[in-house]
Every structure is written in structure tokens, then in C-alpha cells.
């Protein structure tokens, strides 16, 4: 077997004075890759399974799973839905998720799954600092940030009343029955429609639920002032500097509810200080 690693890191910097202002700018980015060149494996029963399982020239670190295809909205649609999600469809009910039958064999299984992102480290990781000095004023803000970054939620994250506990409310925006107590294998059962499944459904998969977690952040932020020394002198003291400083004041990720620091493939993260801006 054989495997080769390979990045790239790559910085620039920018240092002058306009007068009394001093700038101080620079900025770095990085990537790296681990890829599998040569990997003994058994043979394979088809090309199917040679393209899905061979790990020969093949990037590590590769997310599989299903693609979202929809979401039922009534008995109707999933009576004729042409594909099997398991058992035959007999459990599926209005809200549920559905995904692509990709090799379009009429059943939705492990061997519709397809690379849909990347896992473990980020693809790309970059910083910028900017450094501004007047007189005796100074500035100085670290951004940091990742792009490449996916993950996915589970448990009391990713469905209600795990571990027979609380849920997070927003799950009250899920499929519903008109009557709390209706049979919701019913046909004639009513359904007042959510953005999430009923509670018990199946919990997302594949894209329905992986999260782009890239971001940036200003992760520190200083301001500054030196007093002059003349002032000082007086006093027997050579230097003094005050400042006020902050971390993690803002952040910029379409990854929601979640510090994107602190992440996990199945695992919930909690907000950082500072404010965080979603898209």
C-alpha cells in the first residue's frame, strides 16, 4: 500500500506609513490533502462496487451518503412513490424524507450513496492580521477562519425527545396531526405540514442534513494606548500601555445555532461569546 500528502501554504504581507499612521498587514492560507495511491483489495463483484469501494487513487477523508430527493406531504404521493425506502413504505408517513435512487435499482440503500462533502480537517484554513498605529493609538484584529468544513448534528440535536428527554423547540415546527391522537397510518388522517418530520420519523441524512460549517471570525480584537513618556516621568515609570481587548467578538458562518469551532460529525456544539451571523 502507498498514500501521499501534499499541501499548499501560501502568505503575503504589506508594512508602511502614511505619515503618523502605520499599517501592518498581512494575511496566509492553507491546504492539505491526503490521498491513497496504491491499496490491495479483493476483487469486486461488479463496477459498481469497484467505483464505490475502491480506495485506490482515492483522496481520503471523503463523506458518502444519500442525496435528499423531497419530502412527503401525503399518503398520496407515498403510495405512488415508485422506489422502496424500507418495508415497502409501510411506516412511511406525510413528512418524511425521501432520497434519489441513484443506481435506479427501486430501493433506497446503502448503494445509493455518492461523495456529498468532505469530513475530518478543513479543506482550506486562512488568517488575516491588520495592525494600525497613530500617534500613540494601536490597533491590531486577528481574523481566522476555515472553509471546507461540513458536519452533521445527531442526537437531541438532530431529533426530539432523545434519550426520552426534552427537545429543543425548534421541533415544534414538525408534521403534526390535526388530532393529537389519530392514527397516523390512517390515510384519512389530517396533517397540519412542518419544516421537520413527525416525531419518531427517521432523522435526516446525507445533503438534508450536512451543514457547510465555514466561517470567519474575528478572533481577537485590541485597542491601545501608549502614553508618552514625559507624562510619565514624574511618576518613575518608564512605559505604560493600556488597552481593552475581546475574542470571538463576531462571527460569519451559514452554520446555525453552533460555534463552528467546535464542531463534530454527530455531535452538537454551544455558541461561542460574541455574536455570530448566519446565512
Not at 434519550?163 to 415544534?172: N, W
Amino acid at each position: 500500500n502507498s498514500d501521499r500528502v501534499q499541501g499548499l501554504d501560501f502568505s503575503l504581507s504589506y508594512r508602511n506609513t502614511f505619515g503618523k499612521l502605520g499599517v501592518n498587514i498581512s494575511g496566509n492560507i492553507g491546504t492539505t490533502r491526503d490521498e491513497n495511491m496504491t491499496v490491495l483489495q479483493g476483487a469486486f463483484g461488479n463496477q459498481f462496487q469497484q467505483w464505490q469501494s475502491s480506495q485506490s487513487n482515492r483522496y481520503n477523508s471523503i463523506w458518502w451518503g444519500p442525496t435528499y430527493a423531497g419530502q412527503f406531504t401525503s399518503y398520496k404521493q407515498i403510495q405512488n412513490y415508485g422506489v422502496n425506502m424500507g418495508g415497502g413504505n409501510n411506516s412511511v408517513i406525510p413528512g418524511d424524507y425521501y432520497y434519489q435512487d441513484t443506481n435506479h435499482d427501486g430501493v433506497i440503500d446503502g448503494k445509493d450513496n455518492t461523495p456529498i462533502a468532505t469530513t475530518d480537517i478543513p479543506l482550506y484554513n486562512y488568517g488575516f492580521t491588520i495592525a494600525l498605529s497613530y500617534k500613540g493609538f494601536d490597533m491590531n484584529m486577528l481574523l481566522q477562519g476555515a472553509a471546507g468544513v461540513y458536519v452533521q448534528y445527531g442526537e437531541q440535536f438532530a431529533q426530539p425527545l432523545m434519550y426520552q428527554g426534552s427537545a429543543l423547540t425548534r421541533f415544534l415546527d414538525s408534521y403534526h396531526t390535526v388530532n393529537p391522537t389519530a392514527n397516523v397510518f390512517d390515510p384519512n388522517t389530517q396533517w397540519v405540514p412542518g419544516y421537520y418530520p413527525a416525531m419518531g420519523s427517521p432523522i435526516a441524512q446525507g445533503t438534508k442534513a450536512i451543514q457547510n460549517a465555514s466561517y470567519l471570525r474575528v478572533k481577537t480584537l485590541e485597542f491601545g494606548y501608549s502614553i508618552s513618556p514625559l507624562a510619565l516621568k514624574h511618576i518613575g515609570v518608564k512605559r505604560l500601555r493600556v488597552y481593552v481587548s475581546c475574542y470571538n467578538l463576531l462571527t460569519f458562518t451559514g452554520l446555525q445555532n453552533y460555534d463552528p469551532e467546535h464542531q463534530g460529525i454527530s455531535q452538537g456544539g454551544t455558541a461561542g461569546d460574541g455574536a455570530n451571523f448566519s446565512t
